[in-house]
């Protein structure tokens, strides 16, 4: 008898052992069935020849290498994946990397992952890098004007950077003549109109509506819409500490009643129904007060002037409180004013300025007007508008257009300058204090202020171009000299009515 069966496919060695154990080979056995040898012809697996090596050890062997071969492997590859990342940073201490990135460099970061995006757009991670002073100042430009159409593009120049961006909003599209206002990482647009077709007076409609735009997550969303429909009306932005009164809105109440229809006022209509709405009233300001109390980020919004939705000059103001998220009604501009050209809030007071350079201020802790008996208004060539820019909500100054002295034909454009004054809020008195180094060719150009830097643009057509110029000046500096930071750059491809149409804001992120 051979020692081998071939038959039965099975070694004798193996059957030795079955013989001496009373159980067979139940190592090769279970090796056998978990990887499905004998299913594939029934192959032995200790070989017919003569080996060293017996059924245990070679079936184990064999056991291990193959439930270890995908362990065998991520070993090989592990020390090329450490080279990658294998550091897993806390959140704090990402959040503290990721704080300290610009803006461009920040919306990049989102895209890496759901996690680095969940963490970068909270209010908390924004108010940390706000307080940690990382954030620069960005310029945005609204209002450009393409192929005769409204172009629902935003323009964004990254001042640490001296670099353009180019930002859709398609709830822009067909709105135009609308102002803008800063306050903190928004940027309110309100008013304006619009238009389907090209910009003609006979299609446009004029908005009461207020959108907001956060640059720094790119989100749009809607607040409260204005008592009255306005066109480049004239904002201000005002924060406020959580102890001041509730804005009043009698004068609004009055008007309601002197204008009902059929000329009966509420009072003689139904006396006591008008009780129950002023005790409605009393009661919705006390909660309004209340809950200003816990909201210590209160601030205000306050438009006058502007055109109306028949372009009539509109005298009226309002005021939008963030506590309450409602427009009121306030007292109206003081007679004789004239039609108000630029605004700025200072030092907790609303300052106006009108084409007929008369300066009032609004006091908003009492809620009325009072004219300001300045000395006489500096010279200016009244083509031009004047702005009013503040700085550090301590220093006021207003930009406007005069003659230069010297020789010269008075009235040739090229002798024209524009010059920078400082109004000294205890003596009333202008004080010139810088010039602009170009001409005055834009007649709307836009200045807006940061803390102590004073950015303008301006956006003019010349030889059949549009042309635009980014200028910026640091009034911490006694010379105050002014500094190009941009120079046609993303003009070109837009319209001539881009330079009536546009507004600017700056904003810190």
């Known amino acids: 008898m051979a020692d081998d069966d071939s038959s039965g496919g099975v070694s004798l060695r193996c059957l030795s052992l079955y013989s001496r154990g009373g159980g067979g080979c139940k190592v090769g056995a279970a090796t056998s069935d978990e990887f499905g040898e ?9 070989g017919t020849h003569d080996t060293s090596v017996d059924c245990f050890s070679y079936g184990v062997d064999r056991f291990w290498k193959r439930n270890n071969r995908k362990k065998n492997l991520e070993v090989e590859k592990e020390p090329h994946g450490k080279n990658t990342m294998d550091v897993f940073l806390p959140d704090d201490v990402l959040e503290m990397c990721l704080m300290r990135l610009p803006l461009a460099s920040l919306m990049n970061s989102r895209l890496v992952c759901k996690k680095w995006r969940a963490l970068t757009i909270t209010p908390r991670f924004m108010q940390m890098r706000r307080d940690g002073c990382f954030p620069s100042p960005w310029l945005f430009v609204f209002g450009t004007v393409r192929d005769g159409y409204c172009s629902r593009e935003i323009y964004g120049f990254d001042v ?35 238009s389907t077709s090209r910009m003609d007076g006979s299609s446009c409609k004029t908005h009461r509506g207020v959108l907001v735009f956060s640059p720094s997550t790119k989100s749009w969303h809607k607040v409260a819409s204005m008592k009255h429909a306005r066109s480049k009306p004239v904002l201000g932005v005002c924060e406020v500490n959580s102890d001041r009164l509730i804005v009043k809105s009698q004068h609004t109440h009055f008007l309601r009643s002197r204008t009902r229809v059929g000329g009966v006022s509420d009072v003689y209509e139904d006396p006591h129904r008008l009780s129950v709405r002023r005790l409605s009233r009393n009661s919705i300001d006390e909660k309004v007060k209340h809950a200003s109390v816990k909201d210590r980020r209160r601030f205000l919004i306050i438009a006058v002037g502007g055109l109306g939705s028949w372009e009539e000059p509109l005298d009226s103001c309002e005021i939008y409180d963030s506590s309450s998220n409602k427009w009121s009604e306030t007292q109206r501009l003081p ?9 700025v809030v200072c030092n907790g007071t609303f300052y106006v300025y009108s084409e007929t350079d008369k300066l009032a201020a609004y006091d908003i802790g009492h809620g009325f007007w009072v004219p300001v008996q300045m000395t006489p208004a500096p010279p200016r060539v009244h083509e031009y508008s004047p702005k009013l820019v503040s700085c550090d909500d301590r220093r006021l100054f207003m930009v406007s257009v005069s003659w230069c002295e010297g020789d010269g034909e008075i009235g040739r454009r090229n002798k024209a300058v524009r010059k920078f004054w400082e109004l000294d809020l205890v003596y009333l008195t202008w004080n010139e204090v810088s010039k602009h180094p170009d001409a005055p060719m834009d007649w709307n150009a836009v200045f807006v202020a940061d803390k102590n830097l004073i950015f303008g643009v301006e956006m003019f057509k010349i030889f059949g171009q549009v042309l635009e110029f980014l200028t910026m000046c640091d009034v911490s500096d006694p010379a105050m000299k002014w500094v190009h930071v941009s120079k046609n750059q993303v003009a070109r491809e837009m319209d001539a009515a881009s330079c009536v149409m546009k507004s600017m804001a700056v904003v810190h992120l």
């Open 160 to 194: 640490s950077f001296k670099k353009w961006h180019k930002i859709e909003a398609e709830v822009l599209t067909g709105r135009f003549l609308f102002s803008v206002a800063t306050v903190r990482d928004d940027i309110y647009i309100v008013g304006g109109r619009s």
């Open 335 to 343: 007679v004789d004013f004239g039609v108000v050209c630029s605004a």
């Open 38 to 46: 004998v299913a594939k012809g029934f192959k032995p697996v200790c």
